[in-house]
């Protein structure tokens, strides 16, 4: 198990608010709206410690299951036990809570499920599942697959500009070294993707957000999937809608392609 203590800031929430042009939550009232956590208690390791591809490789939780493994965060499950509050101090709490390995398609998975809580004034006000999946480093070269016709933006969808400079604003936000996000030569040559990798955390806080502006707050459970990858030039558009008792939130590429779903209920 790890431990992080820090006395979060108004700082971080201020700098998320503009990045994504996001409604700033009143701190003092309602705390840190969901997800928001993940821009406070971060691990920040040791230049040493990272590997060619900007993860670290010691001294993390979880570790690689070994040097070259490719990276993708899969989705998770978050609930909010009460407000996670600026100006007291807050511990995360982190461990590995399985690993599971599978023969897929492509060559071998590796399936880890991290655990997460946050601690303040002496109860959890947060507690998480995150999934990750390791796979073999790539061969060569994606394939640039045709694109369909773009799909305009309707009345109830919020569309992202995803540039380079969101990607890599965001990644600095979370201290996140991952290159296929910021580095395009990278990326494409290393890991054989056509373009930045869309960060799949920027896409559940899109549909946490999305929620958050039809008024769903207070304690709530989120559970998401990254169901496609999502490049930068395909753009980010994301949905939430009302269904018997909960929110169905989604996002899509500018052509219509599915790359993430999520549910939120109170």
């Not at 569309?159 to 600095?172: C, E, G, K, N, Q």
Request: with cysteine; charged share 25%.
């Amino acid at each position: 198990m790890k431990e992080v203590t820090e006395v979060p800031q108004p700082g971080p929430a201020e700098a998320l608010s503009s990045l994504l042009d996001v409604e700033m939550p009143d701190l003092d009232r309602d705390g840190l709206p969901l997800l928001w956590h993940w821009f406070y208690l971060l691990d920040r390791p040791a230049q040493a410690d990272l590997g060619p591809d900007g993860h670290p490789l010691r001294a993390t939780i979880p570790a690689p299951p070994e040097p070259g493994r490719r990276r993708m965060w899969a989705g998770g499950r978050v609930r909010t036990c009460g407000p996670l509050r600026c100006g007291l101090p807050a511990t995360r709490r982190t461990e590995v809570l399985s690993v599971q390995e599978k023969q897929g398609r492509t060559g071998r998975l590796t399936f880890v499920v991290t655990g997460h809580e946050v601690i303040q004034d002496g109860r959890v006000v947060v507690d998480e599942e995150q999934d990750l999946v390791y796979r073999d480093a790539a061969s060569g070269r994606a394939e640039v697959a045709a694109e369909e016709p773009e799909v305009p933006v309707a009345d109830g969808e919020w569309a992202i500009d995803v540039s380079p400079t969101l990607l890599f604003r965001f990644s600095a936000l979370t201290y996140n070294a991952h290159r296929i996000h910021y580095d395009r030569d990278y990326a494409r040559d290393v890991e054989g993707y056509p373009g930045l990798l869309t960060h799949g955390p920027l896409q559940a806080l899109a549909m946490a957000e999305a929620a958050r502006r039809q008024g769903i707050g207070g304690e709530l459970a989120f559970d998401y999937r990254l169901v496609s990858p999502l490049f930068d030039h395909q753009g980010l558009v994301v949905r939430a809608e009302a269904a018997e008792g909960e929110t169905v939130t989604t996002v899509r590429d500018r052509h219509g392609r599915r790359t993430a779903t999520g549910t939120v209920r109170r």
